[in-house]
């Protein structure tokens, strides 16, 4: 009695070990990629405020052939900055989203070879004719959450990496984000990240 007690709750705690793990590791996986696509709007927006400055800076400097190509070499490094740093961000987000698939495939078949393993032992003792259909309808019900998890990750993700969409094209709610600095020290943080100071000189027109 002991024993068959203890086959059956073990039969019971694999799945929900299993199912557990599966929750865990899809509750980070989102999390992590929602992280980085508001990282990477946040990058976006503030590039759009640091570049408008700079834009409107050529309009006041454009009779001045010196400042004017200067703030042109500046507005192409700043690119260069701000390039590296969305294309690691999208870099960063598709490893999340292939290790967050890779760990769920590989709980999933841990899923399946338990499922296959309790349909066996079922027909091996009792046949067919016994609870088989009930136990393949109970390990099926299993396998919806994983069906969800990958759906929503999908879903969450798409835009970004769809063949049918451009990874790297801004959302147009992005280009019409107020172009001004609400504060000074904004300001400087701004040039800090995508036209710092070198050791050559300062910047023109600052």
Known sequence: MDQV????????????????????????????????????????????????????????????????????????NSWKHFKKSYDQCMLKLANNVKKTKRILLLLTFGLIINSGRLIGEEYYFFGIKGRLTLIILKELNYYILIILTLFLLRLQT??????????????????????SFSTESEHEILYNEFDPINVEGERYGK
């Open 5 to 76: 007690f203890f086959i059956k709750l073990v039969n019971e705690i694999i799945p929900f070990l299993l199912l557990t793990i599966i929750g865990f590791v899809s509750y980070n996986g989102f999390k992590k990629n929602q992280n980085l696509i508001s990282e990477r709007e946040d990058l976006v927006k503030r590039y759009i405020l640091f570049r408008g400055d700079k834009q409107a800076r050529l309009k006041i400097y454009e009779n001045d052939e010196q400042i004017h190509r200067e703030l042109l070499k500046n507005i192409s």
């Open 158 to 179: 798409q835009r970004f990496f769809s063949l049918k969409s451009e990874v790297f094209k801004i959302d147009r709610e992005v280009l019409f984000f107020p172009n």
